[in-house]
């Protein structure tokens, strides 16, 4: 089963701050996915990339900027973060072919004050 | 049922009793994937069911699927306490890679 694993767990910032979510997964898998998870609005996609140095945009990006390093590591970037955007953050990885299953992290609580 | 941007459907049961859930759809999908999430946890697939497929069943789970209303249903049968959790419905509009999810059904199951 892929290992996706997500931090920190939870992040306290404030208005204006800069805040770097991570994600890792040790599956080799092609797709990687950011998504923020609130009350009523189930998981919307921010950004997710098909491979290093690739990244595509999702249905939710405003505010959010996501870099790709490697096959293995996701970054989230909230450069001015702001309230709105407190919220619960979920990676995910999937093959990228046919039936796509996503297999995700833990999540991370994001507060910002 | 669950869709975009309804409200998280709420369902509180007895334990053993039987449960089904419903997922309305907007798009052509190749797939139907059902997602559980545990308090605290990612979600995780429980059951897919494929547009040439009506129905799947995997344990006590049964899954249904009907292309041309654009719907689909998880039906879980004699729940147990541990099957509480938020399930998602989530589909992929035909493009790979990408999967949409719904609102999610939270359910309680009480021992």
């Known amino acids: 089963e892929a290992a996706v694993t997500q931090s920190p767990r939870n992040k306290v910032t404030v208005t204006g701050g800069n805040v770097t979510l991570s994600c890792r997964q040790t599956n080799s898998h092609n797709y990687m996915y950011w998504y923020r998870q609130d009350t009523g609005h189930g998981l919307r996609l921010i950004h997710y990339s098909y491979g290093a140095g690739n990244l595509q945009i999702g249905d939710v990006p405003d505010g959010y900027k996501a870099t790709r390093t490697t096959q293995e590591d996701f970054f989230l970037l909230l450069e001015l973060a702001s309230p709105s955007q407190t919220s619960l953050y979920f990676c995910a990885s999937s093959v990228g072919t046919g039936e796509d299953t996503q297999y995700f992290g833990p999540g991370t609580r994001l507060l910002v004050l | 049922s669950q869709w975009g941007e309804e409200n998280l459907q709420a369902l509180s049961i007895q334990e053993g009793e039987d449960v089904t859930m419903n997922c309305s759809y907007k798009?052509?999908?190749?797939?139907v994937q059902w997602y559980r999430q545990k308090s605290g946890k990612g979600p995780a697939l429980i059951i897919l069911?494929?547009?040439?497929?009506r129905e799947k069943r995997s344990g006590r789970l049964r899954a249904t699927l009907d292309t041309s209303s654009q719907s689909s249903s998880l039906s879980i049968t004699g729940t147990l306490a541990t099957d509480t959790a938020v399930y998602f419905c989530a589909t992929d509009a035909g493009v790979v890679g990408q999967l949409t999810f719904g609102s999610g059904t939270r359910l309680q199951v009480y021992a």
């Open positions: 798009t052509y999908t190749t797939v």
């Open positions: 069911i494929r547009s040439n497929e």
